[in-house]
Structure formats: structure tokens, C-alpha cells
């Protein structure tokens, strides 16, 4: 396979693993924002799987007052 | 004899600079593998050694220490220099090189000699020339060596900081220049694509790969290692926290939304609710075990992400979902073991 490297350097940067990590982020968190929330309003917390496989378990942060009582 | 002496040429001037170069720069670096001809072999060769050449050249003619060391002798005059190289060259291309060298005094010229190195037997004078040039050459191609060594090194060092200079090419214009010119060309494309080279190191990009196999099994995990063979080709990608999509489970689950039926006596007319998409993520099985190789042969399709690191998924995600209401979700990336452990991995009490 004889390819480019120049090309394709440059075609690898333009893109930004950040910028794409968020545009999908954005997509899946909205998709699936009435399901966060009923399930965060039931006490639990919700696990979402981002397309590059980590999981992240989001949940009600406790405020500094909730938590002294 | 000449055969030999030309082996010995290409094989220490030539082929080991090449192979040393190669060495050492790999240990950054990998490079470009093919299989190339002996042409395009020894033309990388040379286009590694031309500067280095040079460099030991100019230096054991005139630096001091190069000039001497390694390998001392006392350095004659420039016409006694020249003499032994015409004495070596006479016994390289003679056919009986013994004779030479064991020529006895008589068998030298009659004509008396004022020269103490003329007053010598030929033979004598032919090994002390012959010593004298090898002296000379060894001195020289450990110089040579050395600098090959050190452009190598410089080369994988270069080729290091690529991604670092790229976050910011209006500043590093001439060594980003010299990158792309003359070492990216070199560099195995898969290095580009199976690392995070191409990212500024303090990003610390992973590689996440979505593999599909010819028997149309999807595996997704990170890019541990990858495998070149000697024709430069990939023969198989390691990777670590690897997980296999079920399709068969995610057929199963489309074919089960069913159309809603019309029938108002019906408790439940919907098995699912069908305007709702059947989400994949579910359908990601963790595969138990650090290390998953995937060969070759097997691969049908990649496809290459680079992904941020944990810290800036977090925060990102902290930052969409508090849009609306500021401070109100916590997000923490769980562990591969905690996806791995468990049956459900959509939804924890």
C-alpha cells in the first residue's frame, strides 16, 4: 500500500478527536435526555455508552448543603 | 580479490549505515517497510549516509581528535599517504597478493634508496602500508557509524514531535517543513493511523477501532499494539478493553418492534414503542481479558477513531447536559471492569 502520508496527516488533523467527541456526546445525550432524567428523578443514576465504548454513569450531583444534612 | 574488496565496501559503507540508521530511528519511530530492490535499497542507503559521509570526511581530515582517534598512527606526509594507498591497491588487484607480501629485500629495486621507507623489504613496506590504510579506514567508518547513529536518533526525535509541532504549525514552520520533507515520507502509514502520533502529546489521544470481520463479527477496543511484515503490510492489530456487538441479539430486538395494532381491546398494543430507536448501545457485550488479537486475514473493515482522554469527556458531558441547569449532574467515567461485570450495562440502581 503505498500511500500519501502528507495527505493523509493532513486529513487526520483536520479533525479534532475533542470537536467530534462533543458533536456526539451532543447527539446522544439529546437523544436520550427524557430517559436521564426519568431515571435520574427515580433516584438512579443513568449509564451512557459514548461511541468510542467508555461508559460514563451520570447522576444528581450533591450539593454542599444536602450533603451536611 | 576485487570481488571482495567491493563486497566489503557495500557491505560497511553502504548497507550497514542503511541498517544502523534503520535500528536506531525504529526505536522511536517505526518506519516505512516494503520490499524494496536492491536499487531502492541502496539508494536509501545512500540518501541516509550522504550527510554522515560528509560529516566523517571533513572531520578525520581536519578536527584534531577525529584526525587521530581511534585507531593512531603517525600520519606521514601527504605523497607517503598516497604511496600506500598505490601498494594497497597494487595487492588488491594483483593476482598473487602473497607474493607481494612476503616479498624478501632482493627481490626489491637495485637502486639504492634514501627514503628510510624505501630502505624497508617491499614486503614489509607492503604490510605496514596495508596496516596504515586499514588503520585509516577503521578510524574513519567509526566516525562514520557514529554519525549515522546520531542522525538516526535525531530522525526518530524529529519524527516524535510531529504531533506537537502540528498543534502549532505557524511557530514551528522550518522543522514541520523538514518533517513533512523528509522523514513523514518514511514513516509506516499505520504509525499514523494506529497511533496518536499525529496529536500534540499532551492531549494524550487514544485510538478507538471499530473492526469488522469477514464472518461479520464488530469488535470494538483500543489500539494496543499493531503488527507489520516485511512487506510493510498489517498482519494484526492487539487491542485491550475490547467489546463484541451482538447483532444477532440487535436483529432479534428490531424484528421484535412489531407494528402497533389497532385493536383497542388489546392491553399492550405495542411489544415496543416503535417510534422509539432501538438504542445499540445495549447490544456491546464486554469480551473478558486484557489483551484481543485480531489478524489480517479476518479484518474486512476499520474504522479509526481518536478519542479524547477521560478528563474531557467528562467535562464535556458535564457541560451539555448542565446546559440548562447549571452544576446539576455529576458524570464519571466508569471502569472497564465495572462495564465488564455488568448484565445491564444501560441502566445502575
Redesign the interface.
Known sequence: ?V?D??K??DS??R?S??E???RD??RI?R??KPQ?EE??ASG???????????????????QPAEATN | MIALVTTCFLIFYILVPGVLFRFLSSWFVPLKLFERTRTQEATFAVAVALLPFAAALFGVWNLPIMRHLPFPIVEGTYSERRQDYRRVATLLSSSDASRLLLASPSAASTSPSTSPLLSQSPGDANWRSLNRVLRRQGRFLAWYFTFVAIEGICFGLLAKRYGDW?SDPARHRVPLWFI?TFI??N?S?WH??LTSF??PTK?K??V?IDILQNDGLLY???VSDYFIGSD??LTGILLE?V?RFDREAFHEAQKARTPCTSDPSTSDPCSSDPEQ?I?S?IF?KPIPGSRFYIGQGSIANLNV????R?Q???S??EK??DAEDA????????SED??AN?QH?????
Open positions: 500500500m500511500v502520508l502528507k493523509l496527516s487526520l488533523s479533525s478527536p475533542e467530534d467527541l462533543r456526546l451532543q445525550i437523544a436520550s436521564i431515571t435520574l438512579k443514576s443513568y449509564v451512557l455508552r459514548v461511541p468510542d465504548g467508555r461508559r460514563i454513569r451520570i447522576s444528581r450531583r450533591i | 502540528q513533512r513523514l515520507p514513516i502509514e499514523l493511523l499525529n496529536w492531549e489521544v487514544d478507538s470494538q477496543g483500543r510493510g503490510k478493553n467489546n430507536p438504542s448501545a456491546w477513531r481518536f478519542v479524547a477521560d474531557t469527556l467528562i464535556l458531558a451539555i447536559l452544576n446539576t449532574y455529576e458524570v464519571v467515567v466508569e465495572e462495564a455488568s450495562p444501560d441502566i445502575y440502581s
